[in-house]
């Protein structure tokens, strides 16, 4: 068996599911990939299952009854994942905006001595493609009012390419987490951060989605921006909930 895992969740992927599993195979670091799918109205699930035919021995689907968002998806990956006693544990999108041929320098960063590895949009300048002026800003001054309001030194707190040692799920305690949006990589790297876990960040190239239609809404970003200061207030009053 294989030490490493990349988590994949989908909602209408079909134009880009196939072509991502094979990039990361094709990688001659060896990784497991588990696809959690919900319920795709477009076939991505059936994708999979055409390509386990190929791959049997390591593409693991996971399919859901409903669209319930990205940080249910991952948690649910993340137990399966520590049930099979994977040892590094990776979150990944399926549209190429991480591109694979970075997988292996976050196991390397893990292997060496980090917990978390960041595949990180902002630690040297933005190393950001495709994003409108707007989308870019949001997301640089996101970064900095988490930052800001949760002491953490991490340039990227909303990057959801991650590498999380299988120790730190293990003593995170999945069932409390709060975030279902894209805040949840905020409180993924928040509770890591309040453990003493030792996060490190390595600077990637994040290239928009070219194919297939943006997850991002409005009530992602609130949830973000609300979210992240009542997060913090809790981790004060209520620290036996972190």
């Known amino acids: 068996m294989e030490d490493s895992l990349v ?18 195979f094709a990688l001659e670091k060896k990784f497991h990939v588990l696809v959690v799918d919900d319920n795709s109205p477009d076939g991505t699930a059936d994708k999979v299952r055409e390509l386990q035919q190929q791959f049997s021995d390591r593409l693991f689907l996971e399919v859901r009854k409903e669209k ?3 940080g249910t998806a991952y948690i649910h ?29 976050l196991y390397r960063a893990c292997v060496n ?16 493609v495709n994003w409108p002026l707007y989308r870019m800003l949001l997301s ?65 190239i994040f290239t928009d989605r070219i194919r297939g239609k943006s997850k991002m809404s409005s009530s992602i970003v609130g949830e973000a921006i609300f979210g992240v200061l009542k997060m913090k207030l809790s981790s004060i009053f209520q620290r036996h909930k972190f």
Request: hydrophobic share 45%; charged share 30%; aromatic share 14%.
């Open 7 to 24: 988590i994949i969740p989908t909602f209408n992927e079909i134009e880009n599911i196939e072509a991502i599993i094979k990039a990361v």
């Open 68 to 70: 319930s968002g990205l």
């Open 140 to 204: 640089y001054g996101a970064s900095f009012y988490v930052k800001l309001i949760t002491g953490m030194r991490v340039h990227d707190p909303t990057a959801g390419f991650v590498c999380y040692k299988r120790k730190v799920l293990e003593e995170i305690n999945l069932d409390t987490i709060k975030f279902v949006g894209y805040a949840f990589q905020i409180e993924m790297k928040f509770r890591a951060h309040l453990k003493k876990f030792k996060i490190e960040e390595i600077s990637i």
């Open 77 to 105: 990956g993340f137990k399966w994942a520590i049930d099979r006693k994977y040892d590094f544990i990776f979150e990944m999108d399926a549209d190429f905006s991480h591109r694979p041929d970075d997988l292996p320098r």
């Open 113 to 128: 001595g980090a917990d978390v590895v960041v595949g990180s949009r902002y630690k040297k300048g933005v190393n950001v």
